[in-house]
């Protein structure tokens, strides 16, 4: 069975930084297009980065210059560094899977950053 799981939220002051990690199933971790999103209380889930697997990135603007997607194959896990945090990146952040047929999703891990 398909599992991501997310690690690494937690409450942070304006400016600081916190490190997402998401542990994949093996089975489609190596395969798969990487991502993260989020969402915050009455918005939609946004995208926020993704990781191909040829370690291309993209980011959304919001966070470009800030976040720093990267992947470690041999751990099958995908990493979110978010520094110069902002109050307006607290959210729930989801962990995603693309493999370009099967898409899978994580719990997730809360975010919050404090003014």
């Known amino acids: 069975q398909v599992q991501l799981v997310e690690s690494g939220g937690g409450l942070v002051q304006a400016g600081g930084s916190l490190r997402l990690s998401c542990a994949a199933s093996g089975s489609i971790f190596s395969a798969s297009a990487m991502g993260w999103y989020r969402q915050a209380p009455g918005k939609q889930r946004e995208w926020v980065a993704r990781i191909l697997r040829t370690t291309y990135a993209a980011y959304a603007d919001s966070v470009k210059g800030r976040f720093i997607i990267s992947r470690d194959n041999a751990k099958n896990t995908v990493y979110l560094q978010m520094d110069s945090l902002k109050p307006e990146d607290t959210a729930v952040y989801y962990c995603?899977?693309?493999?370009?047929?099967?898409?899978?999703w994580g719990r997730g891990t809360q975010v919050t950053v404090s003014s």
């Open positions: 995603q899977a693309n493999s370009g047929t099967v898409t899978y």
